[in-house]
């Protein structure tokens, strides 16, 4: 008889244990879904380009502290450039004797612009092509970015504006120099990474320079 309620007895403790232990095992698993949910709320995502200012540009020059817009209205030369590629592109246009942009253009994809009026000298062409242009001051200089698919790029081309003079038979003939070029990112480029065109690629803060 003893020995039968001995083992009910064994019976009642083991699923009170059994009954404490699941009752346990549920407790930690609120637990750790209470931790998971308090991580989530916490998580954020960070906007890197936040501090820069949109600019819903249009072909032309753009407004920039880093550009000195120069001009030379007795000259009826120009820099024809047509964006083939499928981002739109940002141009600076760089005079090699001081190294300063005397123009900035933004030129939208599958369309063409006409730099006029351009001094004399020789000049290096910057490349920024992408989706979405912003720009923001940084100790007082113009930092320009695609924020999406952004390729920057350095041509080899170096368009030489002087004027050249010749003599025939003692007439002058005076030659101004008028380049048409195509530029841009292609679809090929985008997919397969491969350059259509001899360019250099530099960085963001290179083509900021």
């Not at 994809?109 to 720009?135: F, L, S």
Request: hydrophobic share 35%; with cysteine.
């Amino acid at each position: 008889m003893m020995e039968q309620n001995f083992n009910k007895m064994n019976g009642k403790v083991y699923l009170i244990i059994v009954s404490l232990f699941l009752g346990n095992w549920s407790l930690n698993a609120q637990q750790v879904k209470k931790v998971s949910m308090q991580k989530e709320e916490t998580y954020q995502v960070v906007d890197e380009y936040a501090d820069y200012e949109s600019i819903n540009a249009v072909n032309g020059n753009i407004d920039c502290l880093n550009t000195e817009p120069k001009y030379d209205f007795s000259l009826d030369n120009s820099l024809k450039v047509y964006n083939s590629g499928v981002y739109d592109m940002v141009l600076k246009l760089i005079d090699d004797k001081d190294n300063v942009a005397t123009r900035m253009i933004y030129i939208k994809k599958g369309t063409t612009h006409e730099i006029k009026n351009i001094p004399q000298g020789i000049y290096t062409i910057k490349e920024a092509h992408g989706v979405d242009w912003r720009q923001k001051i940084e100790d007082g200089k113009c930092i320009g970015v695609f924020t999406q698919g952004a390729h920057y790029r350095i041509a080899e081309t170096h368009p030489n504006f002087n004027i050249e003079k010749q003599y025939e038979k003692d007439k002058e003939i005076t030659t101004i120099p008028y380049y048409e070029i195509e530029l841009g990112v292609t679809q090929a480029l985008v997919d397969d990474k491969k350059v259509d065109y001899k360019t250099n690629y530099i960085s963001v803060e290179d083509f900021n320079k």
